[in-house]
């Protein structure tokens, strides 16, 4: 307990240490001390609860889209927090390109406030996965720079290991969502041994088209997951 403890003071000073290296600055208006302000926040188009179950698209009453209702999906439901545009887009530019730790913990907290919102009962996270070149390239997988905080924060159990990529997509720009899902097939393998008969939320920095989420959350039903939820900062508009 003792030695925890220990441990978790550690954390905590090397992640203050760490907005010491890289102080953020709002990504709308540059002021100092924060990532984005209280002003430029306003800007920021915030995802209503009136939403459809498998895409996040505004819809009239509950349920699916006119869209999403043919096309059925293994998740049994996706959230995000907000629009990918403005100052969000920007911090997701910033979370996947410019290796600061400390973004991913701030837009955790976008997550938390998301998923406090449903009625979802996870047992553990999953961050998506990324392929070998592309870690090797950037350093580090984004979506676990989310998915660790977020875990943290709720006190879920966080599990990485359970869903392994074991195939780089080609290109997804200017395929249909049919062509999209077909391009992403087969791209996951997820472990029974952490997913068996649990309840799983799966959290990614950006929805597209959900080609992505639905590969990974077949994957993990089909390893014997009794339920998969989706959870993303940002949510591409798309139709
Ligand atoms: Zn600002
Ligand atoms: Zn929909």
């Known amino acids: 307990m003792k030695n925890s403890r220990f441990i978790k003071s550690i954390k905590n000073f090397s992640l203050s ?4 290296v890289f102080p953020p600055a709002c990504l709308g208006c540059g002021q100092e001390g924060v990532f984005i302000c209280s002003k430029c926040f306003l800007d920021v188009n915030l995802i209503p609860a009136n939403v459809c179950n498998t895409c996040g ?16 999906v293994s998740y049994a439901g996706f ?20 290796n600061d730790p400390g973004i991913g913990r701030y837009l955790a907290e976008f997550l938390l406030t998301t998923y406090q919102r449903t009625s979802w009962d996870a047992d553990l996270i999953v961050p998506i996965p990324i392929g070998e070149t592309k870690r090797e390239q950037r350093g580090y997988n984004q979506s676990e ?7 943290e924060k709720i006190g879920l159990k966080y599990q990485p290991e359970a869903l392994m990529r074991i195939h780089e997509r080609s290109s997804q720009v200017g395929l249909s969502l ?3 899902r077909a391009n992403i ?3 996951f393998r997820a472990r029974s041994k952490y997913v068996q008969g ?12 959900g080609a992505t989420m639905e590969a990974a959350s077949a ?16 949510k591409v508009n798309q139709y």
Do not use: M
Not at 17 to 20: A, M, N, R, S, T
Not at 222 to 228: D, M, R, S
């Open 198 to 209: 649990k309840n799983v939320l799966l959290v990614d920095d950006v929805f597209t088209s």
């Open 17 to 20: 240490v760490l907005d010491w």
């Open 219 to 234: 994957e993990i039903i089909q390893a014997g997951a009794n339920k998969v939820w989706c959870l993303t900062v940002a």
């Open 178 to 180: 049919d062509e999209r």
């Open 185 to 187: 097939r087969d791209a």
């Open 145 to 151: 720079r989310l998915a660790e905080p977020l875990a």
């Open 79 to 98: 959230r995000a927090f907000a629009c990918y545009d403005g100052v969000i887009r920007k911090a997701i530019q910033q979370l996947k390109y410019h």
């Open 57 to 72: 698209n505004f819809t009239s009453k509950k349920g699916f889209c006119p869209h999403c209702a043919r096309y059925p």
